[in-house]
């Protein structure tokens, strides 16, 4: 058995295991708060541009901001996978499932990878799988820039994005999704005006303005994608943290439980000694 002074130590660590435990359950479920809010907010402004942009297009494809004539010759015939991934290694086993999920489907004739989040590139690197690109996962939930994963896009026959959605602060999935199913599923057209050539006049040709609102629309589908997954990875950390916190807590009054068993113990093998040599004495005194 411990000593009293051993578990006291242990039970105050508990303790502070439980304070921290905590409070990463708060910052989670601030967090969780605050990109919810901002999904919401790109979501609005999406519909928007897509109500426009549904007016004045050409044809059912979807471009990718490619101006006819000029970038098509240079179209790598891949499928690019963007897999979007925790920066860090404290949002479970999310990204784990996510980069199995992809493997599933990865050919490396077939397909090139761009990572977004380091944890998803150790997570590749650890399968023995090379990718493309790699990108940190943004620290901060406005303005994300995205150009750079944006004009990846262009250059690719079709793009397919593995992410992380948001179900509940107990549940989280990994999903995967076309680019150009996303921008399809997420427009509203919402136009009060009619927009097209009889009405406006685009500068310098319409097909410059549809490019311009599509390579617009992929960066901010592309940028709620990554909302989305950090909106994930915050409830699985919440449910991670709530999980340890629970274990922790249950960990210091099993130690506090012990502690005062140590303490019962030593009174009472003090006790058994105190009354042991009484007897001894007053055998003693009778001889």
């Not at 090139?112 to 790699?134: C, E, R, T, W």
């Not at 406006?200 to 990554?226: D, G, K, R």
Request: aromatic letters at 8%; zero cysteines; proline letters at 2%.
């Amino acid at each position: 058995m411990k000593r009293p002074t051993e578990l006291e130590a242990e039970e105050a660590s508990m303790a502070t295991l439980v304070e921290l435990t905590s409070a990463f359950e708060g910052i989670a479920s601030m967090r969780i708060a605050q990109i919810k809010d901002q999904v919401m907010q790109s979501t609005k402004f999406f519909n928007q541009l897509w109500g426009i942009y549904s007016q004045i297009k050409i044809g059912d494809g979807f471009g990718y901001g490619r101006v006819a004539g000029k970038t098509q010759s240079t179209i790598i015939p891949k499928t690019l996978f963007i897999i979007i991934t925790a920066e860090g290694g404290f949002s479970g086993d999310i990204d784990q499932k996510l980069v199995r999920l992809m493997l599933k489907e990865y050919v490396p004739e077939k397909h090139d990878i761009i990572v977004i989040g380091h944890h998803g590139a150790l997570q590749l690197a650890q399968n023995k799988v090379s990718y493309g690109k790699y990108f940190k996962l943004p620290k901060r939930d406005r303005d994300i820039n995205v150009t750079p994963i944006s004009s990846e896009t262009k250059r690719y026959e079709t793009t397919k994005v593995f992410y992380q959605e948001y179900v509940s602060l107990m549940e989280q999935e990994v999903k995967s999704i076309e680019l150009s199913t996303a921008l399809t599923d997420r427009g509203v057209k919402d136009a009060k005006d009619v927009i097209n050539e009889e009405t406006y006049i685009f500068e310098p040709s319409t097909m410059e303005v549809v490019a311009h609102l599509e390579n617009s629309m992929v960066q901010i589908v592309i940028s709620q994608l990554i909302l989305e997954s950090k909106l994930a990875q915050y409830a699985s950390r919440f449910k991670a943290m709530s999980i340890a916190h629970e274990r922790a807590d249950d960990m210091k009054k099993e130690t506090h439980l012990n502690f005062n068993r140590a303490k019962r113990y030593i009174k009472d093998e003090r006790l058994k000694e105190v009354i042991n040599g009484l007897k001894k004495s007053n055998m003693a005194g009778r001889i």
